[in-house]
């Protein structure tokens, strides 16, 4: 049973930086790609970067604030934040998939990230 759990995820004031986490079960990071989406109350769901076959991708509206990084020995993924702003807030999952970042097979619960201004 594939399982994504999110954690790092809490309340920062605007400027502060998180680091989430994903722990990864069922499944090798060296045969999946792996993204970082979030979506705030009312939005729709929004891509923030991807982890794929030695390539990152990255949604233009991070301006570098955010990086993307994994450790296959402990089947974690990582989302550095840094910068945050109070828009940045919203519940933030990760994705696993085969055909990363073009499609994503198995999603995390979410965590939820507030930054207040």
């Known amino acids: 049973q594939v399982q994504l759990v999110e954690h790092g995820g809490g309340t920062v004031r605007a400027g502060g930086s998180l680091r989430l986490s994903c722990a990864v079960s069922?499944?090798?990071?060296?045969?999946?790609?792996m993204g970082w989406f979030r979506q705030a109350p009312g939005a729709d769901h929004e891509f923030i970067a991807a982890?794929?076959?030695?390539?990152?991708r990255y949604a233009d509206s991070e301006e570098g604030r955010f990086t993307i990084s994994k450790d296959n020995a402990k089947n974690t993924v990582y989302l550095q934040m840094n910068s945050l702003k109070p828009s940045d807030t919203a519940v933030y999952y990760c994705?696993?998939?085969?055909?990363?970042?073009?499609?994503?097979?198995?999603w995390g619960q979410g965590t939820q990230v507030t930054v207040s201004p």
């Open positions: 069922g499944l090798s990071l060296t045969d999946y790609g």
């Open positions: 994705a696993a998939g085969r055909n990363a970042p073009l499609s994503w097979d198995y």
């Open positions: 982890l794929a076959w030695g390539l990152t």
